[in-house]
């Protein structure tokens, strides 16, 4: 351990001014520390979904890990936080001022914006509230009971009705922090969002235009024309029904601009044989009541992209995707089963994909498709089977104008089917640099499709475990399975571990690109992109010691993300929440499954992203301090500017940042060559990235190895330097009598004299 302590005897090479000449030395006024602030504007950070940001400057793997990083405050807001918080910087306001804004919806209808000028690069400010915007009556959570609430199913072939819901008004919900059970009172008080649904999804901003898009599920007893500019956001009354209404909101004053309810305008209608079309008109047409609008929004060459699916799993639902300009006027649709039913779009919340030609990617859930029984795929040729446009269960490439391009079908739907294994409850996400794209499913199967000239398989492999708790390497097929059916005492589809939401993808010098998952009941993983073979390389790259939480089946593992400052080594950072390990007792074990109910707390992990076998650090190391509160599903911690910010279902946002740190930003030398005993100054500037004012008197900057000339004594700041704030520091120094090349290292000191911070690059200067 490096040691401030040193004899006045063996100060001998260079020296620190004496006292007197430090003290007549020029102030190095502070400075505001000014690189561009990271815009988090939609979510995953990017449309290609790779939840990786590649511009954090603070955080890393030593900062973290430094004993430094804590919960700094708690943003208290009304309403759980599905959706993804997201950042605006440099917002010009009405009085000529530029602020941070951070952006957070809830269920309960309400739109925050808060100024987070002050919690940028270390600031030690709570966020100031900008406006506050209410956006229409949000929808009971006890609306529509989930789909095992009023079926009993064997698999999905054999269902009959349990007991009808009981018609007293009110019906009560589980109280949050309890136990739904689904196989008490008649299979009543099952329900996967508790207590109300308003915004679900994670919004989408324009940031030139100045709006914030969003879709909220409410009560309304109104429909209205689009082009009357008209929003009927007052209370609902009890000939209300719920709609998934699309809004913009001005991003300065948090206004309502347009609104519209997706599937109002007739052109979005659509023809098929569904047994839910309109007796009428023939046209199928969004069911509002059944369906949910969960994947994330995308927003491309502006247009506003909508995806849908059910509302647990109530028939009859279909899987929608809509597309708005940004003035809310309808363009496009598509629906995945015109002629069937199911096919949602929910992806775990995770968004569209879209690419750099404007095309959207999906991934729908269970459902029927062309062939006999739904499942012709498997057991005719579809070339002799009438073609009726229905992709359940499947990847699809659309174009811009939302018409299908590309299909790709798994080889075994009728098994999924069944047993609920679909693909979609991962989200589509693009691979750097290349024309793949990624997903993953409730098998915890990796898909890699080539997306140019068509969707096609490149690869296809068991990323976690399988149903029989077994792992496997290279590519998955159909004879795995049958041999796991076989096996005696093997029930693979009730021992699978899902993939929710979507990996986080991460290029470093040292790995090279990486694929980061953390399936349910499983080990984190990575996996490397082979740059030769155009595949991932088997087995992972890396995995964690620990798994995501252990009891059955306790959805819904990890939902992670990476910070980075580019590809540097050490920068990165595997951000991870999930649910409390600890939760293995009987309140949290089946049916009542913490990814499904809202009763699970919540724990946030940091991994050093080339190292994942522990995690550097964890929320519930010091859970007084920096306790998660509720765990908020498919949601994923937000790293921005020396920030993680954690959407929570305790109506909070929790926001991660370091008590007492030193960025190091540039050291220089008067002159790189001198004569024995002559003078020269040593130029260092820290940035001030923690949350603690440094004091004259108290702070100061050293010299940390023996070898560079200078002894290790504390040389003073020349003024007071505030969070966020950077500061040069100018060192007279005395060259050495002896001739040779001196390295020059200098780290700050704090009050307690302990060295905090980056060390600065080592500086060489010749003495002759």
Known sequence: MKSLMVALGSIVAVTAAPAS???????????????????????????????????????????????????????????????????????SFADGTYKNVLIVATMTNEVYAFEMSDAIYGGPSSPILLWNTHVGTPVAGDFMPMSSSVYRCVGKLMCVPTNPRPTSSPWALPPIGLSPRDVVNGGYGSYNINPSIGIVSTPVVDANLGRIFLVSKQMTSMTYATESDQCD??????????????????????????????????????????SDRDPVTHKIR????????????????????????????????????????????????????????????????????????????????????????GHGRKWLDLST???????????????????????????????????????????????????????????????????????????????????????????????????????????????????????????????????????????????????????????????????????????????????????????????????????????????????????????????????????????????QRDGTGLFAKFNLPVVADGRVYLATFSNEVDVFGLREWAKYLEIHLSQ?????????????TFLNAGTTTWTTGSYGVAGTNATSGIVPLRYELPADVPPGTEVTIDIPMTAPKTPGTYSLQLQMVDSKSQWFGEETDVTKYTVQ
């Open 286 to 373: 969004l069911n509002n009541r059944n369906q949910m609008q969960r994947p994330a929004l995308l927003l491309q060459n502006h247009e506003i992209y909508a995806g849908l699916a059910s509302h647990q799993d109530t028939p009859p639902w279909h899987g929608w995707i809509f597309a708005y300009d940004e003035d809310l006027q309808f363009k496009n649709d598509w629906i995945s089963t015109p002629n069937a039913m199911g096919g949602g779009v929910w992806q775990s919340g995770s968004g569209l994909a879209g690419d750099s030609q404007g095309r959207v990617y999906a991934m729908t859930g269970n459902g029927e498709r062309d062939g006999p029984l």
């Open 672 to 684: 790189s060559a001198v004569a024995t005993g002559s003078s020269l100054t040593a130029s260092v």
């Open 21 to 91: 000449v430090q003290a007549q030395a020029p102030a190095s006024p502070a400075r505001v520390f000014t690189p561009a602030p990271v815009a988090v504007l939609t979510q995953r950070y990017d449309n290609a979904r790779t939840a990786a940001n590649l511009n954090e400057h603070i955080l890393n793997v030593s900062s973290v890990e430094s004993g430094q990083f804590q919960k700094l405050y708690t943003i208290v807001v009304a309403g759980q936080v599905y959706a993804q918080p997201l950042l605006v910087p440099h917002v």
């Open 233 to 274: 956001f007052g209370a609902a009354t009890d000939k209300a029904s719920p709609e998934n209404r699309l809004i913009s909101l001005d991003l300065q004053t948090g206004a309502i601009r347009r609104c519209v309810d997706l599937g109002l305008d007739p052109n979005s209608w659509k023809s098929g044989l569904a």
């Open 385 to 623: 089977w009438p073609l009726l446009h229905n992709y359940a269960g499947m990847f699809v490439q659309l174009s811009p104008d939302l018409r299908m391009l590309r299909p790709y079908p798994t080889d075994d739907e009728l098994y999924r089917e069944v047993f609920d294994e679909d693909v979609g409850s991962s989200g589509p996400v693009l691979i750097p640099e290349t024309p793949f794209v990624l997903g993953g499913d409730k098998e915890a199967k990796f898909f890699v499709l080539n997306t140019n000239p068509e969707l096609s398989k490149q690869q296809y492999f068991q990323a976690g475990l399988e149903g029989c708790e077994e792992k496997h390497t290279g590519d998955d097929s159909a004879e795995r399975r049958k041999a796991s059916l076989r096996s005696i005492g093997c029930l693979a589809p009730l021992q699978n571990h899902h993939i929710h939401g979507a990996p986080a993808l991460w290029r470093s010098e040292t790995m090279g690109l990486m694929a980061y998952v953390w399936p349910e009941r499983d080990n984190l993983l990575a996996f490397r992109w082979n740059e030769t073979t155009q595949r991932f390389d088997m087995p992972p790259a890396q995995e964690s010691a620990m798994t995501s939480t252990p009891c059955y089946p306790c959805m819904p593992g990890g939902m992670v993300s990476v910070s980075a400052d580019g590809n540097k080594s050490r920068t990165g950072i595997l951000w991870a929440s999930t649910t409390d390990r600890s939760l293995t007792n009987s309140l949290y074990s089946f049916p009542a499954t913490p990814g499904v109910t809202n009763v699970s707390p919540g724990v946030l992990y940091a991994f050093d992203a080339e190292n994942l076998s522990q995690p550097i650090w964890s929320s519930d190391t010091n859970p």
